[in-house]
């Protein structure tokens, strides 16, 4: 079966830390991988996302990077954390089913920077 | 780009009627498809429905249903008979075109069940 492990849930960390989020999936081979963080009572935003390994693309400048060392691996990284990337994490991947895409969402982190 | 936007911030309905709420999007694509998803407290994404934009009839699962108006570029989730496990965030999401098909979604409806 397919599924995706994050972690870890709950995260509570210093400003000026660094920072290492894990999301892997399982049951599936060369899908993409999404991160989204969501603020408090807010949406969803897309922070990066890949097509395969070592590919990243991100979607809006900020103080965290991404890495993909491997196919079923997603790394969201940052070597100083700012009070400001407090929120919600989620992790995500798709694969194609047929002409579309089906989606998959982890189960999230909540950051708080303190 | 593709946009998703869902005007209200957050709804409320007594228990066992019906609730609905819009989202409208905007798109320069014909074939494309649309999601509604569910975050409950546990912020846990579920996925509710799903809508091809080529079918002409409305998605149901269960106790949801969608309608969907292709040509207004509307996407409504009506809800019947709530149940106080209905409570939660509601997200519209669309699967943009371009760009690894990254999912774009709503700002989110915040959905309050009275019994």
């Known amino acids: 079966s397919q599924t995706i492990h994050q972690w870890p849930a709950t995260l509570v960390q210093p400003v000026g830390s660094p920072l290492s989020l894990e999301c892997t999936v399982e049951?599936?081979?060369?899908?993409?991988l999404y991160w989204y963080r969501q603020a408090a009572g807010r949406g969803l935003q897309l922070l990066f996302y890949?097509?395969?390994?070592?590919?990243i693309s991100s979607e809006v400048p900020q103080n965290l990077s991404a890495s993909r060392p491997q196919d079923r691996q997603f790394i969201l990284s940052s070597k100083k954390l700012l009070l400001s990337d407090s929120g919600f994490y989620l992790c995500?991947?798709?694969?194609?089913?047929?002409?579309?895409?089906?989606?998959?969402f982890g189960s999230g982190t909540r950051l708080t920077v303190v | 780009a593709q946009t998703v936007t869902q005007s209200q911030p957050e709804m409320s309905v007594q228990e066992a009627e019906t609730v609905t709420l819009s989202c409208t999007y905007d798109?320069?694509?014909?074939?494309?498809?649309l999601f509604w998803y569910k975050q409950p407290p546990s912020r846990q994404m579920i996925l509710v429905i799903r809508?091809?934009?080529?079918?002409?009839q409305n998605a149901t699962e269960n106790r949801f249903s969608v309608n969907f108006q292709k040509a207004a570029k509307s996407f409504s989730l009506k809800i019947s008979d709530s149940q106080l496990g209905d409570a939660a965030m509601y997200f519209c999401?669309?699967?943009?075109?371009?760009?690894?098909?990254?999912?774009?979604f709503g700002q989110g409806t915040r959905l309050t069940i009275n019994p």
């Open positions: 890949s097509v395969g390994i070592g590919q």
């Open positions: 995500a991947w798709s694969v194609r089913l047929g002409s579309r895409r089906g989606y998959t």
């Open positions: 809508q091809e934009a080529y079918k002409q």
């Open positions: 798109t320069s694509e014909s074939d494309y498809y």
């Open positions: 049951g599936t081979s060369n899908p993409n």
């Open positions: 999401a669309f699967p943009a075109f371009q760009g690894a098909q990254k999912l774009v």
